[in-house]
């Protein structure tokens, strides 16, 4: 069984994020920089098949990313990946979620796959759409928010998590899975392993081997980034003293008007 | 001229000449066999410093320096030791006259060394009686009973006593001028005056005989026995590692070809530590002050030593044949008995060195994984060792193998490491933050500092000074200190990183080296020369450890620092504390690491507290349950070790709890929040600042 995991390198999620110069990206200056969380539980349940099917799998990671991404597919060797694909082009800065999904689709159909994982979601800009846009290119059945996997001759069984309980769900190889927190725990890479991902060779088709050009990625975006704004400072929390009557009187009141969530 | 005639009585004498050569052939092949083991593994230097060995060999061999904690204990084993070398002594006096005629067993020597040979002869005695009354009667937690301990102590004692009423019988049977030298003789001859003297020679023929065999038997007896310890015990006290408490040594990681880092079998250990397995006299003193053995987790360092002789011991040539078959499983292809001399002149590099025949995954399967991760590294077991045996450090050589290559370890753990990983801190807080808490203290940079001040102190904060709520006022108050008395220092800010205790104590050496390298790089480009730190671990790290990768600084933990300021003058205290109860609760690192016990009590004396101390303290002070990264993993086994210890604060009924270290400020805060508030509890330099 040939897998294919797509994943990103986002900012560690205790980064201290301020906008960039051009106000449409983020000042990278003091970043660390991460494998997905949600694309190393996909990684991680890659090498779960791999591992429970014996020598008859192969697990693939493919990255799309400036240079610094490189560190990623690196620490994705050292935890058990077989191969690595690095995919970048300057003109891929700013693409969005169907630029990307257009760039994966190409990465993955030269690869060949049955099975492919994605995370559910970059903890960066939270879009949650390049799995399930992929999918729909390739043509594929998927299953998004999965916590739980099982492959099953040719077909797969999968919880997804849904609003208030489980929905299982079976769906036939080739199919695109994306990974939910409580898939799995992914393991701490091993020191001879990581010394060994540091010699392994990464494939580097660039956009013209995967039959691209910065055209066809620009025509792809559907979306434009055009400014970015730091979140507002989180105000403190506010008490509401009184006869608890009075309070909760008070607090609907709060919730209403001022917070309007009521 | 005074003497006694050898071979008294004995007429077929002569037999003892072969009993003789048989006892010290057996002797020979036993102690050969243990020294090809212990000559086994990497070959390294032994003899460095040979006068401090020597010295050592004196006061912990001789005079049994570190058994004086348990005074009982002390004078047992003193006077079977040194009860039995006089015995050995005079034994051999006799043996230079009888077959090397030289004329040693007369005159007025021989009248002294008779009345010395009565004399530690009742002293042997009773040792070992005591000996048998703690085993037998006493029964202490500590000692594991076995059948050699009963035939070893009556052994001797059988000897001891023998001895006697071989005097008694003589004395009674044949008119000696010389009685009086040998008073306890004398003393039991006089009840035998009446008895008739083929009588007592016929029965004095049968107990010299058992007294000869039974001696000879518990000699060639000791490389196969816990009588091996006289050999071994010192020895190792003798050649043992003169490190630092706590120093680990590094890994090398250049070969990047490498497949196992840590202890996974005992191929690496060089003579020195299998010197030390096989020392153990299992008196179990390790045992008796463990915190994770005395809070009911699987660990007792006495067990995890004795797992790990046996081991060892597998490669004895009277241990192989027994030890084949219980390890079948794991019989490699090849050489199995040759073992013994095939891993050691040649080949350690790279591939697999010969082990023997049992060779198995010591984590694991030697010693449990629950085990390995329950050590808190305090080192009460270390200050306790008469035979100075290291046990923490062999446990994190464990964790080293279970992290670095099984990456099999605690998720806590895991997490922990990757925190310190990504963001330089095992809180996992955005490492961007890390001088966030000295905003609007007025605490410079160090840089700003230096320029100004070439000899001006780095104050690094740790840490838990720098993302913990709690110990950031620990660090407001170091700071607001050091201002006050007009210290030149300033911090390295985001510059500085966690400096690798925690993933060092888990077992991640290669996150440890990187770290490491980081900062040494860090703080020799700031021109850093003297660093204070108010973290004991950071402390043993920076000043112990960092050296051997290439960071040199004058480091001074924030109590010493305080202290002197104290003592001359530049701090005043300004109220006294009226005589209120101060506990002080002595931090593993900073008393048993580092022997700074006085400093810290010096400031709360010198404050005018009424300093209360624990029933443990100092170098016997009990855990807080948070070293060796036990601070990031969950207690799930057994009580409690913070709460045992907050009991134990509780207990001297002080409002105030002090400590120096920012992992048992912690703890034991959280265990006084469970004891309803009980105490409140601060580091030195908050109590200080509280009184300027």
């Known amino acids: 069984m040939r897998i294919v995991v797509c994943a990103k390198q986002v900012p560690d999620t205790e980064a201290r994020v301020t906008v960039g110069k051009d106000g449409r990206s983020i000042d990278e200056t003091g970043i660390t920089f991460i494998i997905n969380p949600y694309d190393e539980f996909a990684l991680e349940e890659g090498l779960r098949i791999k591992e429970r099917l014996g020598g008859q799998a192969t697990v693939t990671m493919v990255c799309v990313g400036p240079p610094r991404a490189e560190e990623a597919l690196r620490t994705g ?160 929390g506010r008490l509401v003293a009184g006869e608890p009557q009075e309070a909760a009187r008070t607090l609907a009141h709060l919730l209403r008007e001022e917070a309007k969530v009521l | 001229m005074p003497t006694r005639p050898i071979y008294w009585n004995v007429p077929g004498y002569l037999w003892l000449y072969l009993f003789f050569a048989i006892t010290v052939g057996v002797l020979a092949w036993g102690l050969w066999g243990h020294y090809r083991v212990i000559r086994r593994g990497p070959r390294q230097p032994l003899w460095d410093q040979a006068g401090r060995r020597l010295w050592s060999l004196v006061v912990d061999g001789l005079f049994q320096r570190r058994f004086w904690t348990d005074p009982s204990a002390a004078v047992m084993h003193l006077f079977i030791m040194w009860g039995m070398l006089v015995l050995l002594f005079g034994t051999a006096i006799v043996l230079l006259e009888a ?76 008119p000696d001028p010389w009685a009086a030298w040998s008073p306890v003789g004398a003393l039991l001859a006089a009840p035998l005056a009446g008895a008739a003297p083929t009588t007592l020679m016929a029965w004095h023929r049968v107990l010299w005989w058992l007294h000869l065999l039974t001696a000879m038997a ?158 808190t590294t305090c080192g009460a077991c270390q200050e306790q060792c008469p035979v100075y045996i290291d046990h923490p450090p062999l446990l994190v050589e464990m964790r080293r193998y279970l992290v670095m290559v099984e990456g099999e370890f605690p998720s806590e753990a895991q997490l922990a490491l990757r925190n310190v990983e990504v963001n330089y801190n095992p809180w996992g807080v955005g490492w961007a933050d890390r001088a966030a808490w000295a905003e609007g203290l007025g605490v410079p940079d160090f840089s700003a500092v230096v320029t100004e001040h070439p000899d001006a102190w780095l104050y690094w904060v740790g840490c838990a000074g720098a993302f913990d709520a709690r110990n950031r006022q620990v660090a407001a108050a170091v700071a607001g200190l050091l201002q006050k008395a007009g210290v ?86 300004a109220r006294q504390a009226a005589g209120e109860g101060v506990v002080y609760h002595d931090s593993c690192y900073l008393g048993r690491y580092a022997g700074i016990y006085d400093a810290p009590r010096h400031i709360v004396d010198a404050l005018g507290a009424r300093r209360v101390e624990l029933p443990r303290a100092r170098a016997r002070s009990f855990c807080c349950g948070g070293g060796g990264g036990r601070t990031f993993l969950e207690e799930s086994l057994g009580k409690r070790i913070n709460l045992m210890r907050t009991d134990e604060i509780v207990g001297q009924g002080a409002k105030t709890a002090v400590t120096a270290c920012p992992f048992c400020l912690t703890m034991l805060e959280d265990g006084a929040k469970e004891r309803d508030r009980a105490f409140t509890v601060l580091d030195v330099a908050e109590l200080l600042s509280r009184h300027l």
């Open chain 2, 488 to 573: 030149p220092f300033g911090i390295l800010g985001t510059r500085e990183r966690c400096c690798g205790d925690p993933a060092r104590r888990l077992g991640n050496e290669y996150l440890f080296q990187t770290l490491a390298e980081h900062n040494v790089a860090a703080l020799t480009g700031a021109g850093v020369r003297r660093i204070i730190t108010a973290c004991p671990h950071c402390y043993h790290v920076l000043s112990r450890e960092y050296p051997a990768l290439g960071g040199q600084f004058q480091v001074v933990h924030h109590t010493a620092f305080l202290a002197d300021l104290l003592r001359e003058g530049r701090l005043k205290p």
């Open chain 2, 99 to 174: 077959d090397f005629h030289l004329p040693v067993f007369r005159g007025t020597f021989y009248l002294w060394l008779s009345l010395a040979l009565d004399v530690f002869g009742v002293l042997a005695a009773v040792g070992l009686v005591m000996a048998l009354a703690r085993r037998y009667l006493l029964r202490p937690a500590r000692l594991d009973n076995r059948g050699e301990d009963a035939l070893i102590l009556g052994g001797l004692l059988f000897v001891v006593l023998n001895g006697f009423a071989l005097e008694a019988l003589r004395l009674a049977a044949s």
């Open chain 1, 77 to 236: 060797l050292a935890m058990g990946a077989d191969a690595a694909v690095h995919v970048w082009d300057d003109s891929l800065a700013g693409a969005d979620a169907a630029a990307l999904a257009l760039v994966l689709q190409a990465a993955v159909t030269q690869l060949g796959f049955d099975l492919i994982l994605c995370g559910r979601v970059a903890i960066d800009d939270a879009s949650a759409q390049v799995g399930l846009r992929l999918a729909e290119r390739l043509g594929l059945p998927h299953a998004n928010a999965v916590t739980k996997l099982e492959v099953q001759g040719s077909k797969l069984v999968a919880h997804r998590e849904v609003e208030g309980g489980v929905e299982v769900v079976e769906l036939p190889l080739p199919a695109v899975v994306t990974a939910q927190k409580g898939l799995n725990e992914p393991r701490y890479p091993t020191i001879p392993a990581i010394m060994k991902a540091r010699r392994r060779e990464i494939g580097r088709p660039g956009l013209a081997g995967l039959g691209l050009d910065a055209g066809k990625v620009a025509d792809a975006c559907r979306s434009e980034v055009l400014s970015l704004a730091p979140a507002p400072a989180r105000k403190g």
């Open chain 2, 218 to 375: 518990l000699v060639a007896w000791l490389p196969f026995s816990k009588l091996l310890h006289i050999l071994t015990g010192p020895a190792h006290q003798l050649l043992r590692d003169l490190a630092p408490r706590g120093v680990l040594a590094p890994v090398d990681f250049s070969d990047e070809a490498r497949e196992v880092y840590g202890l996974a079998n005992l191929d690496e250990v060089g003579p020195r530590g299998r010197l030390a397995l096989e020392a153990c006299t299992r008196c179990g003193r390790c045992q008796e002050v463990c915190p994770a053995y005395l809070s009911g987790k699987p660990l007792t360092p006495k067990q995890v030593v004795l797992d790990l002789r046996a081991e060892l011991e597998v490669a004895l040539p009277w241990r192989q044949r027994a030890a084949t078959p219980a390890a079948a499983g794991h019989a490699a292809a090849g050489g199995g008995a040759g073992g013994a001399s095939a891993g050691t002149s040649s080949g350690r590099a790279g591939g697999a060195p010969a082990t023997g025949p049992a060779a198995r995954t010591i984590p694991g399967q030697v010693v449990e994984t629950e085990v390995i991760w329950s050590c």
